[in-house]
């Protein structure tokens, strides 16, 4: 007789509450009753009756002391001469070595960048990250960006509650010397916290940046430890780790739209999906502790230009108008009930299973984003003690290992002002068009917040953002053991120790293992990471053979 088959353990407690209270205005989410008797004070509490101005600022305060502490250090191990901490950028002195600690703002030529054909009313979030002239365009366009060129009217400055001061590296005033902290306005964007060191030129005003240094990866928590990881046995053998699936862009609601070329079905694969979890004789799936789906649950509405023309449809065979509109609503309401349903069959199989919204998700398109109201999954929320709705971003403590991430809006939004040139192309083509540029990868970029410690450095300028005076909630203020986002284009995956460079072993608890999780939508592929040893590895379900 052999011996029955345990679902794996680990324990798990969720910390995604500091976002949480700046997910959305105090008044929206108390009742009527509640908001009445609040009066006046729940209106003098409405997030936007602030400033964009004390969230700058705030960040600026959580993140200055790391920042000068980092310039100061590797001054000292470069062998420069002390330079002089200036708490206002107004204070600076002209020709003195100084360190300026404040928020890059990175000003671009209006007239260069890609014009905005649609209003926030009728687009998504995806629409302004991706936007596409081909309105029938059935695939995903990929991300525009531009190179920052200072030739071309492009301005860089550094910016506090004092003032702004221009920013010119060495190499714009002729010093070929190789710095490894050398400004380069293409890998910074507007809203990163950063010190500088340089010297004001008395002629011009402008700073001329010898080095530039941020904050770093954030300190491990105290108390914080993998070492007491605890899974539950397999077999009565107690050799398996706790592993933490984690899945993005499962499109429930339809097929993907290269299913039509591939012959391919999303339906099967998650079918597959749901197989490979709960049968417990398929492949490791006894092994997984929880599931985080990162986004992407259910499938985009129905454009608001098709509902148009279904109004015109409708009308024309003597229907309501009401109909034609409904069909956006229907959409959504399919595909949350095919997402409940598929998210039940997991939780029962006694999976735990955290959701994280996205960018089709019915909830406010504002970051933080609030989790899915309960009466949008009324199966899945049945199960109390196993199923989480999280917010956007994510954070829990499973087993003991610190867990960080989103549905990867934040990133993808980053990659935009991080441009590199492609491969093969030159500076100016024969028709004198601008270089040929692309988007850093997510990988890299992810890498990018976690140097910076904050998650979302181009909030409120570019990702839009609940403003709060008292904090930013999205300031890294300890490290996670594993720190990933969601629907990318492809499966990647880094090792980053304590100083933010790049390891092969996870040797201490200063580790951080940073995941890129693919859309399953197009790639099929989901991602295991070991909550023990931090290595992951991606599975793949294809229901067409090569």
Not at 1 to 15: G, I, V, W
Not at 128 to 147: G, V
Not at 204 to 231: D, N, Q, W, Y
Request: hydrophobic share 35%; net charge negative.
């Amino acid at each position: 007789m052999t011996s029955a088959t345990t679902r794996a353990y680990a324990p798990f407690e969720p910390a995604w509450s500091r976002f949480h209270e700046f997910a959305a205005p105090l008044a929206s989410s108390s009742g009527a009753g509640a908001a009445a008797s609040a009066g006046e004070s729940a209106q003098n509490s409405h997030p936007y009756n602030r400033q964009y101005s004390h969230v700058y600022s705030a960040r600026l305060k959580l993140l200055r002391r790391r920042c000068i502490q980092n310039a100061q250090q590797s001054l000292k191990d470069d062998g420069v001469d002390a330079a002089d901490v200036v708490e206002r950028i107004i204070e600076v002195k002209e020709g003195a070595l100084s360190i300026l600690v404040g928020t890059i703002v990175k000003e671009m030529d209006p007239k260069r960048r890609p014009p905005v054909k649609s209003t926030y009313t009728d687009a998504s979030a995806q629409t302004f990250l991706f936007p596409s002239d081909d309105k029938k365009a059935e695939k995903q366009e990929p991300l525009r960006s531009l190179m920052f060129e200072k030739d071309k009217g492009d301005v860089l400055h550094l910016e506090d509650e004092s003032g702004r001061v221009e920013l010119a590296s060495d190499a714009d005033v002729g010093d070929d010397t190789k710095n490894a902290n050398s400004l380069d306005p293409n890998k910074v964007a507007t809203g990163v916290v950063a010190a500088v060191v340089g010297k004001v030129d008395s002629g011009t005003g402008v700073m001329h940046v010898h080095s530039i240094h941020f904050a770093g990866p954030p300190p491990v928590e105290k108390g914080s430890t993998k070492e007491g990881l605890r899974g539950a046995s397999i077999n009565d053998e107690e050799k398996d780790d706790p592993i933490l699936l984690l899945v993005s862009g499962l499109g429930c609601g339809s097929d993907s739209p290269t299913d039509a070329e591939t012959g391919a079905s999303l339906s099967l694969r998650r079918e597959m999906l749901l197989d490979y979890l709960t049968d417990p004789q398929l492949g490791d799936g006894s092994s997984i502790c929880r599931v985080v789906v990162a986004g992407g649950g259910i499938t985009a509405a129905v454009d608001t230009a098709e509902d148009k023309e279904n109004t015109k449809k409708a009308s024309s065979n003597n229907a309501t108008k009401k109909s034609g509109k409904y069909d956006s609503t229907a959409n959504v309401t399919f595909s949350l009930r095919e997402l409940d349903v598929y998210i039940t069959e997991i939780l029962s199989a006694g999976i735990p299973v955290d959701y994280i919204p996205g960018w089709n998700d019915p909830t406010n398109a504002n970051w933080p984003q609030r989790p899915l109201h309960s009466c949008l999954l009324p199966n899945s929320v049945g199960f109390v003690d196993l199923f989480r709705r999280s917010t956007n971003p994510y954070e829990s403590d499973c087993s003991g290992v610190k867990v960080l991430g989103s549905d990867g809006l934040n990133v993808a939004d980053l990659r935009r002002f991080l441009p590199k040139k492609c491969a093969g192309d030159d500076e100016v083509n024969d028709e004198g068009a601008e270089v040929k540029v692309s988007p850093s990868s997510s990988i890299d970029a992810l890498h990018q917040t976690l140097n910076i410690s904050h998650m979302a450095p181009t909030g409120p300028d570019s990702l839009p953002t609940f403003p709060s005076s008292e904090t930013d909630p999205f300031v890294m203020t300890s490290r996670p053991a594993v720190y990933f986002i969601g629907n990318c284009d492809e499966f990647e995956a880094r090792l980053v120790g304590e100083q933010g460079e790049t390891i092969d072993t996870a040797a201490d608890n200063d580790a951080t293992r940073l995941v890129c999780v693919p859309s399953f939508s197009a790639t099929g592929e989901v991602v295991l990471v070991n909550l023990r040893t931090l290595e992951c590895d991606v599975v793949s379900f294809n229901d067409v053979s090569s």
